[in-house]
């Protein structure tokens, strides 16, 4: 990895190669440039490097009972990876600093499968990490894309339509259910198990004229409220239009987090073509509103004006 | 942060954007970039990416009464930046994931000011972050820079010379003194609680011929068995040539990790102007041994061999 022998006060010094090694064995050629301090890459000629980071922790984003360690790989490199989707970026390469309890260091193969499943899913090569002994498992996992003119969350202008990928509601109606200890609906707790990051689709919107995104990680109606208050507008959200799961109303789909759909805004005179969109990807894109001058969020239903929902559960 | 709300799940939404607007507010025009779900950056023309993360966690790194939380999240942030030393990059960015329990929430601002201070140190902007709850305090940080020639650890060859900067033993003997709760020799503490990473050394070593280089985390004899297994060589070190700080035998110095210095290959016949790196940078370079066909570091004084000591200690 990127620091090798990486986690080097973390593990007694079999422990630590043996842990590497697992890693590698798992990933094989998807981990590329391993062995040195530091990774090295080219961002392709013309684009810009676009970075973020992200961490999921037991006990905070997951309950261990809820997700199989593969799941729990492969959900927080899709949450990481899902900034880059909001960015219209390609993925170049991703970084994992595991926080391993000695209780879970028979699931490092399959935590290490999930994370690698996932970034062959989004062709993102492996390219560093970093492996300590730590009291709760953490998967801190850093992208990187790259982007000839990367998305925004402050570009939204009045005049501006908007729009979201998916339908909403079912990891927050998966989250419910688990959390009154009820068995939640297969295919809610699919949407919460196993999100797959919108790059492909990011980067269609993108060719197609998209003014603004940002992804929804905390819920439709607080992820607009950051979108409208970056961009200094105000988004009327019309909840009638709201896509939802199965089951879920539209007051709980637009509070439902980790759904890690787009959020986009168009120009009124060039909308997408939601046809070819779902042709293409098999996922709905369905305008729920519009931009105005003004500040913060309204939800209109048939007119009127509702409250804004709280923000999604919280596990703490 | 990259993904504002930073830590979206993990903090009650009051709590989360305090410690946002609390970093913010330390670190000022050090953070650019901050706000959408990613940070946009260039990689500076025919150079390339050179990227690492690293973590630092309570109890595996370093206990809480040896450093004060201003020293924790400087000597992080100079951990992190040593990778790009060992590969002489140029810092373009870093990325703090902060794992944050509430018994630390008080020192926060220390914690970032910590991390500021070494960013701005370096030259480095704080482009990029994610708080979370935890359970113990971690600050994994991923480092981000460019080089036109990346050094790397695999490129030691028979026929070159060994070298290394500054005086080595500090931080190992601070960290067996605090072991055994003793008061440790103050500049031996400076060593272990503010490390500074060789950064500028490092390009100044690459500008004049450097072939090989790794950065001694782990003990300069464990670091130079790393660089010889990543090249396919042996290394020869004479420990008397090892230079000490004050009151440490070349035993101990070699085994003391966390040093942060270099270590580096020269062709014999270009060897550096030892003189005139100490003059610009006041931290000694000396040749410490050679690099020769086979595998392994063989440790000799006065001709004999001796036995490679064990890795540092582990504080788990």
Redesign the interface.
Known sequence: M????F????L??GEEFDAIRALLAVWGARATGI?????????PAHE????????S?E???FRREWLSPRQIGARATAAAL???A??A?TPI?L???L?LPDSWRAELAELAHGVGEMAAWACCPI????V?????L?L?I????SAAQ?L???AARAGQALYVTGRLGGPGAALAAMLRHAVPDAAHLARFAQPRPRLDEARWLAARGARAA??V??GLAADAA?LAS?SGVALEVELAWIPCASGVDAERAIAS??EYELLVTFDEGSPPDVGAFEAEFSVPLTRIGRVVRGAGVTLARAGGRVDPPR?HD???
Do not use: F, Y
């Open positions: 990127s620091d090798l022998p986690g080097h006060l973390a007694a010094e062995g040195d301090d530091a990774a090295v890459m080219d961002v810009r490097l676009v970075v973020s980071t992200d961490a922790l006990g905070v984003h899902s900034d880059l909001a960015m970026a390469g970084l994992l600093a926080g390219v560093g990490g970093n300590t002994r730590a009291s709760e953490s801190t850093t992208v990187l894309g990367p925004s969350r402050d940002i992804d990680s905390d950051h970056a987090g980790e923000g919280h596990l703490s």
